[in-house]
C-alpha cells in the first residue's frame, strides 16, 4: 500500500481545501501577511514547486503527473455567498480537478513578489490563488465535495497513488452535522475511497494567528487545544513514505504519527504542504 | 587477458528507448590512461532536469582523452570540469518555470571502472561510485564483492550522485568511494543501476549460483527486457530505467556474434 509511484500513466491527485472563513483575516504573527494571504501565498509557492518538479526536458512542457484540485470554503467570490467553489479563477475559474500541465500554462497572474522561501528575495511568482475571506466555516461541505470528486478520480486511475486532500484551515467547522452526517463521518467517507494502491489520504493542518507550540505530526490528540483532538481524529496516519520524507526534511515523525499539523506558522504550512505533496517516488513517465 | 563488454538497457515500463535516462559507456583503451580500459554507468536522476545531456556529458568524457584518474583530487577537478561545461553549454530556457528548474540542476550517481594491469602479475579493477549504481564482481558462479557494499534497503534512500552545481562539490567529492579487486581470467564484472542492483542483491541471498548463470548467459537484449518486464510484473524489480553493463575477462575471441536487426 502507499507505493505506487507518481508516473504519466498513474498520475497522482491532490485536492487542497483552503478554509476562506472570516477569520482568515487575521495577521498571522511573525509576518506582514494576514492567514488568507499566507496561506494563498504559501499554496502558490507549492504549486510553482510541483510544475518545477515536474518539468524534465530542455523545452519541454511540465509533464502531467498530478491532477490538482483546490476549493476554497467560505467566502465564494464567483457565487458571492457562503460554500464551497473551485478557488481556481482567470481561464480556469470553476474548474474542479485540473492536470499539472494546463495548470502550468494557466495562471491567473505572474508577479514580481517577495518569496515565501525563508532568506529568499524577490522572485517572479506564478499566482493560482488568491486570497479571500469572509463567512463561516463550512469544512463538512468542503470535505463532502473534495469526496465528490476524488471518488470519481479513483475510479478512472485505479492503479495510481490514491488521492491526497489536504485541508488547511484556521477555524472550527460550522456546518456539522452537514446532510445528515458530522465531520467525522465525511472525513470517514472520505478516506474509504480507494485505489489498488490504498485509501485517500486526508491531511489537516491548523493554522494560528498567533503561532506558539507548533505541533507537527502528533501521535496522540492528548494536550491539544480545540479543535486539534477532532482533527487529529479525522486526519490519516501517515503512510510510510511520508515519514521518511519528513525526517529526510528534518522533521521527526514516528511510526502511528497522523498527518496534522497544529498551530502553525507559516514555515510550518509550507513544510507540511511539502512533505505532503511528495508521497512517494515520482518516476519520468 | 582481455574484456568483452556488453550493455543491457530497458527503459520504464511504456517508455521509448529515447526516454532512457541512464548511460553506460565503455572503451577497451583510453589513450589519457594509459590505454586502460575504462568502464562508466551513470544514472540521471528521475527528478533533475536535462538529464540525458548530464551522464551523455559524464560518460563520454570518462572515458575520453581527458579522462580523470580514479583519485579524488582527479576526480574533484573534472566534476568541476563537467559542472562548468554542463552549464556554460545549456540551451536557451523557454519559461519561467524552466529557468527555476535549471537552477535546480541536474544530477546523476556515478560509477567509474578501471581495468588496470591487465598483461601483467596484478591484474585488477579499480572503481569510484558516488551513489547507488553498484559493481559486481563474480568468479567461478560465487559474487566476490559489490561495491558500493549496499543492502537491498539501502536503495531510494536519496543516493548520492554528480551534481552540475559547484556549491556541491565539497560534498561530492566527500562522498566519493573508491575500492579495487584483483581479477582472473573468467571473471565477471557487472555494472548496474539502482533497480537492477536492488534486484540482484535480492537474488543473490535466493540462489547467487543462478543469478551468475543466468546474467553471464544474457546474449541478446530481447531475452533482457523479457526477464525485466518478467520481474517487473511479478512485483520483483521496480519500474524503472535499467541498466546492466557486463565485463567479460577472457583469454580467447568470441564463439560467436550476436547481430541485433532493427
Known sequence: ??????????PGCIVFLLDRSDSMKQQWGGSSMTLAQGAAAALNKILLDLCIWSTKEVGGAVRHYFDIGIFGYGACPIAQTEGVESAFSGPLAGQSLVPLSVLADNPVAVREAPSVD?????AR?????????????PMCQAIATA??????????????????????????????????????????RLTTIETNDGAALLLNIFLSPSPCHGVLYPVSPVGLPEPGPELFSISSP??????????????PAQPGARALGFNADLAMLLRFLEIGTRPTEILDR | MKPRSVVFLAPKQGNSEQEWEDCAAGSPGVPGRGGNPRYIVADGATEAYD????????????????????????????????????????PARASYIEERKFAQGSFATFLGCELVDLAGRRPAWRAAALGDTVLFHVRGGRLV????????????LNPDGVHT?????????GKLRFASGEIAAGDLLFLATDAFAQWMIRFIEADGLKLWQVLSRLDHPLSFERMINTQRDAGKMKDDDVTLLRVHLVTDNPAFIVTCLP
Open chain 2, 145 to 156: 564483492a559489490h561495491f558500493p557494499a549496499l543492502r537491498a534497503q539501502d536503495f531510494g
Open chain 1, 118 to 122: 525563508i532568506g529568499a528575495g524577490h
Open chain 2, 51 to 90: 538529464s540525458l545531456r548530464w551522464v551523455n556529458q559524464l560518460a563520454s568524457s570518462f572515458i575520453g582523452v581527458d579522462a580523470p584518474e580514479l583519485t579524488p583530487e582527479s576526480l574533484r577537478r573534472w566534476f568541476a570540469q563537467m559542472q562548468e561545461l554542463w552549464n556554460t553549454e545549456a
Open chain 1, 147 to 188: 469526496g465528490a470528486h476524488v471518488f470519481d478520480w479513483a475510479g478512472q486511475h485505479p492503479a495510481s497513488f490514491p488521492p491526497i486532500v489536504i485541508n488547511i484551515t484556521d477555524g472550527m467547522v460550522t456546518d456539522s452535522p452537514h446532510d445528515g452526517a458530522t465531520l467525522d463521518e465525511w472525513a470517514k
Open chain 1, 1 to 10: 500500500m502507499y507505493d505506487q509511484i507518481i508516473s504519466r500513466r498513474t
Open chain 1, 238 to 251: 501517515l503512510p510510510q513514505k511520508m515519514i521518511n520524507n519528513a525526517n529526510a526534511a528534518g522533521v
Open chain 1, 125 to 137: 511568482i506564478p499566482v493560482w490563488v488568491e486570497p479571500v475571506h469572509g463567512y463561516r466555516t
Open chain 2, 165 to 173: 552545481s559547484p556549491d556541491r562539490l565539497d560534498h561530492m567529492v
